[in-house]
Protein backbone atom coordinates (compact mmCIF):
# COMPACT_ATOMS: atom_id res chain seq x y z
CA UNK A 1 0.00 0.00 0.00
CA UNK A 2 1.25 3.29 -0.80
CA UNK A 3 1.91 5.49 1.45
CA UNK A 4 -0.39 8.17 0.11
CA UNK A 5 -3.01 5.72 0.45
CA UNK A 6 -2.12 4.91 3.98
CA UNK A 7 -2.56 8.85 4.79
CA UNK A 8 -5.53 9.27 3.27
CA UNK A 9 -6.91 5.79 5.50
CA UNK A 10 -5.72 7.29 8.27
CA UNK A 11 -7.51 10.63 8.15
CA UNK A 12 -10.71 9.07 7.19
CA UNK A 13 -10.18 6.65 10.35
CA UNK A 14 -9.69 10.05 12.21
CA UNK A 15 -12.58 11.64 11.00
CA UNK A 16 -14.51 8.76 11.54
CA UNK A 17 -13.42 8.52 15.23
CA UNK A 18 -13.87 12.64 16.23
CA UNK A 19 -17.81 11.86 14.49
CA UNK A 20 -19.05 9.37 17.08
CA UNK A 21 -17.81 9.36 20.51
CA UNK A 22 -18.13 6.05 22.05
CA UNK A 23 -16.22 3.39 20.07
CA UNK A 24 -15.80 -0.79 20.10
CA UNK A 25 -12.65 -3.34 18.94
CA UNK A 26 -14.80 -5.97 18.22
CA UNK A 27 -12.89 -9.33 16.79
CA UNK A 28 -15.15 -10.75 13.94
CA UNK A 29 -12.63 -12.94 12.13
CA UNK A 30 -14.50 -16.01 13.08
CA UNK A 31 -17.63 -15.42 11.21
CA UNK A 32 -18.65 -16.75 7.98
CA UNK A 33 -20.53 -14.32 5.33
CA UNK A 34 -23.94 -15.15 6.21
CA UNK A 35 -22.89 -14.08 10.06
CA UNK A 36 -21.22 -11.11 8.72
CA UNK A 37 -23.71 -9.62 6.56
CA UNK A 38 -26.40 -10.44 9.54
CA UNK A 39 -24.19 -8.40 11.47
CA UNK A 40 -23.60 -5.55 9.59
CA UNK A 41 -27.15 -5.50 8.79
CA UNK A 42 -27.60 -5.65 12.62
CA UNK A 43 -25.23 -2.83 13.15
CA UNK A 44 -26.94 -0.35 10.49
CA UNK A 45 -30.60 -0.87 11.66
CA UNK A 46 -28.99 0.16 15.44
CA UNK A 47 -26.93 3.57 13.88
CA UNK A 48 -23.97 1.70 14.56
CA UNK A 49 -21.06 2.42 11.67
CA UNK A 50 -18.94 -0.67 11.29
CA UNK A 51 -15.22 -0.34 9.79
CA UNK A 52 -12.96 -3.40 9.50
CA UNK A 53 -9.00 -1.42 9.55
CA UNK A 54 -5.84 -2.37 9.89
CA UNK A 55 -3.98 -1.95 13.41
CA UNK A 56 -1.40 -0.07 12.26
CA UNK A 57 -3.59 2.31 10.79
CA UNK A 58 -5.55 2.72 13.57
CA UNK A 59 -3.08 2.88 15.95
CA UNK A 60 -1.58 5.80 13.81
CA UNK A 61 -5.37 7.66 13.71
CA UNK A 62 -5.60 7.09 17.89
CA UNK A 63 -2.31 9.06 17.88
CA UNK A 64 -3.19 11.97 16.26
CA UNK A 65 -6.19 12.37 17.96
CA UNK A 66 -6.23 14.44 21.70
CA UNK A 67 -6.70 12.53 24.21
CA UNK A 68 -5.05 9.04 25.67
CA UNK A 69 -6.04 6.32 23.96
CA UNK A 70 -2.60 3.94 25.09
CA UNK A 71 -4.64 1.85 26.63
CA UNK A 72 -6.14 0.48 23.66
CA UNK A 73 -2.90 -0.27 21.96
CA UNK A 74 -2.76 -3.36 23.45
CA UNK A 75 -5.78 -4.90 21.79
CA UNK A 76 -4.75 -3.62 18.47
CA UNK A 77 -3.84 -7.53 17.05
CA UNK A 78 -5.46 -9.98 15.01
CA UNK A 79 -8.31 -8.51 12.84
CA UNK A 80 -10.61 -5.89 14.38
CA UNK A 81 -13.17 -4.09 13.35
CA UNK A 82 -14.35 -0.55 14.53
CA UNK A 83 -17.59 0.04 15.73
CA UNK A 84 -18.29 3.50 16.17
CA UNK A 85 -21.71 4.96 17.84
CA UNK A 86 -23.17 8.13 19.62
CA UNK A 87 -25.28 5.75 21.87
CA UNK A 88 -22.75 4.68 24.47
CA UNK A 89 -24.84 1.11 24.90
CA UNK A 90 -26.06 -0.01 21.72
CA UNK A 91 -22.80 -1.66 20.38
CA UNK A 92 -22.70 -3.91 23.74
CA UNK A 93 -26.15 -4.89 23.71
CA UNK A 94 -26.08 -6.03 19.54
CA UNK A 95 -23.16 -7.90 21.26
CA UNK A 96 -24.80 -9.75 23.94
CA UNK A 97 -27.94 -10.39 21.75
CA UNK A 98 -25.80 -11.54 18.96
CA UNK A 99 -23.27 -14.09 21.01
CA UNK A 100 -26.40 -15.27 22.70
CA UNK A 101 -28.62 -15.99 19.50
CA UNK A 102 -25.68 -18.11 18.09
CA UNK A 103 -23.30 -18.53 20.68
CA UNK A 104 -20.46 -17.47 17.90
CA UNK A 105 -18.34 -14.57 17.55
CA UNK A 106 -18.02 -11.11 17.35
CA UNK A 107 -15.60 -10.97 20.69
CA UNK A 108 -14.90 -7.51 22.37
CA UNK A 109 -11.36 -6.53 22.85
CA UNK A 110 -11.61 -3.09 24.21
CA UNK A 111 -14.00 -0.34 23.50
CA UNK A 112 -13.77 3.62 24.35
CA UNK A 113 -17.13 4.62 25.84
CA UNK A 114 -17.68 8.11 27.40
CA UNK A 115 -14.28 8.84 28.02
CA UNK A 116 -13.97 5.59 29.64
CA UNK A 117 -11.66 3.01 28.27
CA UNK A 118 -12.95 -1.00 28.96
CA UNK A 119 -11.10 -3.90 28.16
CA UNK A 120 -11.61 -7.92 27.32
CA UNK A 121 -14.76 -9.60 26.54
CA UNK A 122 -15.64 -9.91 29.91
CA UNK A 123 -16.50 -5.97 29.93
CA UNK A 124 -19.77 -6.14 28.06
CA UNK A 125 -22.10 -6.87 30.32
CA UNK A 126 -20.91 -3.76 31.95
CA UNK A 127 -20.72 -2.07 28.93
CA UNK A 128 -24.44 -2.81 28.00
CA UNK A 129 -26.01 -1.43 31.08
CA UNK A 130 -24.08 1.86 31.25
CA UNK A 131 -26.76 5.17 30.59
CA UNK A 132 -25.84 7.22 27.95
CA UNK A 133 -25.39 10.76 29.21
CA UNK A 134 -28.88 11.97 27.83
CA UNK A 135 -30.34 9.14 29.54
CA UNK A 136 -28.84 10.26 32.74
CA UNK A 137 -29.76 14.20 32.82
CA UNK A 138 -33.27 12.60 32.06
CA UNK A 139 -32.96 10.85 35.36
CA UNK A 140 -31.76 14.11 37.16
CA UNK A 141 -34.25 16.12 35.67
CA UNK A 142 -36.76 13.27 36.20
CA UNK A 143 -35.66 13.59 40.30
CA UNK A 144 -35.42 17.60 40.42
CA UNK A 145 -39.02 17.90 39.24
CA UNK A 146 -40.31 15.39 41.51
CA UNK A 147 -40.44 17.53 44.35
CA UNK A 148 -41.34 20.60 43.12
CA UNK A 149 -44.57 18.64 41.34
CA UNK A 150 -45.40 18.14 44.94
CA UNK A 151 -45.11 21.33 46.10
CA UNK A 152 -47.12 21.91 42.93
CA UNK A 153 -49.76 19.90 43.72
CA UNK A 154 -49.83 20.62 47.78
CA UNK A 155 -50.02 24.02 46.64
CA UNK A 156 -53.30 23.37 44.37
CA UNK A 157 -55.28 21.33 46.54
CA UNK A 158 -55.06 23.26 49.04
CA UNK A 159 -56.46 26.20 47.71
CA UNK A 160 -58.79 24.87 46.25
CA UNK A 161 -59.58 23.47 50.06
CA UNK A 162 -58.79 27.08 51.45
CA UNK A 163 -61.39 28.23 48.49
CA UNK A 164 -64.15 25.92 49.47
CA UNK A 165 -63.84 26.92 52.99
CA UNK A 166 -63.86 30.76 52.80
CA UNK A 167 -66.55 29.94 50.20
CA UNK A 168 -68.85 28.19 52.62
CA UNK A 169 -67.88 30.98 55.71
CA UNK A 170 -68.80 33.64 53.26
CA UNK A 171 -72.20 32.10 52.48
CA UNK A 172 -72.32 31.33 56.31
Known amino acids: MKKEDKSAIIAQIKETLTEYPNFYLVETAGLNAEKTSE ?3 ECFKNGIKLLVVKNTLLHKALETLDGDYSELYE ?3 GPTSLMCTTVANAPAKL ?3 FVK ?3 VLP ?6 VEETVYMGADQIDTLATIK ?3 ELIGDVITLLQS ?3 NVVSALTSGGSKLHGILETLSNK
Not at 107 to 112: E, F, I, N, V
Open 101 to 103: KDD
Open 132 to 134: SKY
Open 75 to 77: ALH
Open 147 to 149: PAK
Open 107 to 112: KLKGAY
Open 95 to 97: LKD
Open 39 to 41: FRR
